[in-house]
């Protein structure tokens, strides 16, 4: 019995085998795309794909790809599969694809340089992003249609040839804004996810990248293809995958590297960069032929300059900021995510209101109604109102109230649109405007950029600081203005090469090997520059600032009468400019500017405090009690965070301020 038993077992045992080794045999006979369709409505990882195999050398001309000086290590004799280059960000909150793309520190600087052997991309973690780049070829000529699904948010862009220039965006879970996320393979929860068809040409190079931003648990990003012939989509495969750089390590360097086989990346950074800062500044950059001053002072009429003492807080304790009330500003800025859950500061917490720094419509519109009026009584139907670019309102004591009036007019007899922006007195008793002597503003004086690289830590920051100060000038062609780094202790990063890489007008690099100083480091900033009628802006490396500040930093400063703090939005840690999430700041110390000799006459009276440490509050105090300062809230203009991104519920216990100018 016991026997029979065993002969039963034995007898089961050969048969399962059988089975096994017949489904087995049958698998591998499938045909790929059949294969790769059973891969997929199984689920399996990707490390459980079957690669396909393409002879390449046969399909195509081998020596054409050959002869690409980035693909030329691309091994045709043993068919070799190709993989897609992975940069991937960690640390990083939102949910969205564009609170991805608006981290300061994309596209140059990823935490992490991966390679993804399909189109498939799992990542067991939460809150990063992923930009993922290469090329696809394929073997037959004909239309293919595109899907994509992820956790959570994603985009396929597919470019009409080899050049990332052209790429466009096919497909998307999510709108880029608003988030989105769907299971591996579900192609029909968004209307975009699945592409029209495409055509591609056998044995052409098509540039490819997927954009994936994950926020709570772990994700993936999957893209997936039918094939010409094919009636399913499946998973690319490394068969059809090449990458766009093989060499990473010139990446670590923070410098786009040159020659003709990095023209690629570095036409892909460049693409990334100028939609970077589309997402980040979508308004138009005012650039147009400013308005006659004359024109403007024979219609307002001129008053003298006046000593003004702005009305003051009532409190005025220093601790809890300027002591200055903020300069109202129409139209105000965009509604960032605030949210305060231990400040008890009360002057912090007013700072926050919607309505705090922001000048109301009525109250904007009855100046420039008044402005314009005159404007008409002295040139009788030649001008008209194009647009309001910004009114601010600041309140002094002596009667008075200043406006700054910053319109686009229509010229009716030049058949041009000037920039009228102008300062204008408002009485308290009349209803009646003059334009102050000596209060014109200078749009093309020199801006010195000052970004002093204290501790190691900050020469990521100055870097992703000096592409932005880059981005800016490309978009504005504003050529008066100069960079200058002044870099404390070892060179952990090249900032000094990325300066010099850089299609800056002007830059300087200032190393200095002894302790730090802060006054030390400014004075040695303004010494380097020749012009004395020169704006000095000194930022923290933690900024990023918007397309407008050399604008900005011009319309309000005025040698020995004003200087330019504006207030900047304090971002969580994890937070992006495209997500933007914070508090506003009180203390106006993320940027600060002023003429070359206010700065001299201001290191003078502060010279005797020491300023090792970076404590700058009574440098603060001090500012206020030899000049003016103009604060107020400027869109775009933020403060990064270097801390870890920690659960939601802790974010605003401490919102960590700058580097050396907290």
Request: one cysteine or more; proline letters at 5%; charged letters at 25%.
């Amino acid at each position: 019995m016991c026997r029979s038993r065993a002969s039963y077992k034995l007898i089961f045992k050969i048969i399962l085998a059988c089975c096994v080794a017949l489904i087995y045999l049958q698998f591998q006979l499938l045909s790929s795309a059949d294969r790769n369709r059973l891969v997929h409505t199984l689920q399996f990882k990707s490390d459980e794909y079957i690669p396909e195999i393409v002879d390449w050398k046969r399909a195509c001309n081998a020596s054409k790809y050959a002869e690409q000086p980035d693909l030329q290590n691309y091994d045709f004799e043993t068919k070799k599969a190709g993989y897609l280059n992975v940069l991937l960000w960690e640390n990083i909150s939102g949910f969205s694809v564009n609170s991805f793309l608006t981290q300061p520190l994309f596209p140059r600087q990823p935490s992490k340089f991966l390679v993804a052997p399909s189109a498939f991309v799992k990542i067991k973690k939460a809150y990063y992003g992923q930009w993922i780049v290469g090329y696809l070829h394929v073997d037959i000529t004909g239309e293919y249609r595109f899907a994509l699904s992820s956790d959570d948010s994603s985009e396929f862009w597919i470019s009409t040839d080899e050049r990332a220039e052209n790429v466009r965006r096919v497909a998307q879970v999510g709108d880029g804004y608003a988030p989105g996320w769907t299971s591996l393979g579900q192609h029909a929860k968004y209307v975009n996810q699945v592409s029209d068809q495409i055509i591609l040409q056998k044995c052409k190079k098509y540039f490819i990248q997927v954009v994936h931003k994950q926020a709570v648990g772990d994700g993936f990003v999957a893209v997936s293809w039918n094939r010409a012939g094919s009636q399913s989509f499946h998973i690319i495969t490394g068969a059809y995958l090449l990458p766009l750089m093989r060499m990473s390590k010139h990446l670590l360097t923070f410098i786009p590297p040159v020659g003709e086989q990095f023209k690629s990346l570095n036409a892909a950074f460049k693409m990334q960069r100028e939609n970077k800062l589309s997402l980040e500044s979508p308004a138009e950059y005012i650039d147009t032929q400013r308005l006659d001053r004359t024109l403007i002072q024979s219609a307002i009429g001129t008053c003298p300059l006046q000593k003004l003492r702005p009305v003051r807080n009532s409190t005025p304790n220093i601790t809890q900021g300027s002591q200055q009330l903020i300069t109202d500003v129409y139209p105000g800025p965009w509604a960032y995510k605030i949210k305060d859950k231990s400040n008890d500061n009360t002057f912090l917490k007013a700072l926050q209101g919607k309505r705090a720094g922001i000048l109301s419509k009525k109250k904007a519109k009855a100046v420039v109604r008044k402005f314009m009026t005159l404007m008409e009584e002295r040139n009788p139907r030649r001008f008209q109102l194009e647009s309001i670019n910004a009114v601010e309102h600041k309140k002094y004591h002596n009667l008075r109230d200043v406006y700054l009036v910053d319109l686009t007019l229509k010229d009716n007899t030049r058949q041009i649109k000037p920039r009228s922006a102008s300062y204008v007195y408002k009485s308290w008793v009349e209803d009646s405007l003059c334009v102050p002597d000596e209060l014109d503003w200078n749009e093309n004086v020199l801006v010195q950029v000052i970004v002093i690289v204290a501790k190691a830590e900050h020469g990521k920051w100055a870097i992703s600081l000096i592409d932005n100060i880059e981005d800016i000038y490309r978009r504005t062609a504003n050529n008066n203005i100069q960079v200058t780094i002044v870099h404390y202790g070892p060179k952990v990063l090249d900032v000094e090469g990325v300066l010099s890489a850089t299609s800056l007008p002007r830059h300087i690099f200032i190393p200095r090997t002894e302790a730090f100083s802060f006054a030390k480091a400014i004075q040695e900033a303004l010494d380097a520059i020749v012009h004395e009628k020169t704006i000095s802006l000194l930022v923290d490396p933690y900024v990023k600032l918007p397309l407008d500040i050399f604008d900005q930093t011009r319309k309000h400063c005025f040698q020995g009468k004003m200087v330019f703090s504006p207030l900047a939005f304090y971002l969580v840690p994890g937070a992006s400019p495209g997500e933007p999430e914070g508090l506003w700041d009180h203390r106006g110390l993320a940027a600060l500017g002023m003429y070359k000799e206010d700065w001299r006459r201001l290191l003078t009276t502060a010279g005797q405090y020491d300023d090792s440490e970076g404590n700058w509050t009574i440098f603060e105090h001090r500012v206020e009690s030899i000049i003016e300062v103009q604060r107020m809230k400027v869109n775009g203009l933020f403060v990064m965070s270097e801390e870890e991104l920690v659960p939601l519920d802790d974010r605003y216990k401490n919102i960590p301020h700058g580097s050396y100018l907290s």
